[in-house]
């Protein structure tokens, strides 16, 4: 039986997405990419946790920063 991906149906609200606004979208965005790939083979176990591991670092770099700055909640 062949896998079902996702597919893109429309796009509503269209704008460009940044870091700074978008921060949290982002993360989730490139981790469901990241388990996608790793679901097609593309990336085995250890470059999947080397990746997602790297991206979560990544992202609480980003919020302890913005903490800091007084822009994270």
Sequence with gaps: MAKQF?????????R???REIDEP??????????L????????NEV????AQDRLDRQHREWIHKHKQ???YP
């Excluded at 996608?36 to 990336?43: D, H, I, N």
């Design 6 to 14: 996702a597919t893109l149906e429309k796009i509503e609200n269209n």
């Design 16 to 18: 460009k997405i940044t």
């Design 25 to 34: 979208f982002l993360y989730r965005l490139q981790s469901g990419l990241l």
């Design 36 to 43: 996608a790939l790793k679901e097609q083979g593309r990336l």
């Design 47 to 50: 470059q999947y946790r080397h």
């Design 69 to 71: 700055e007084g822009e």
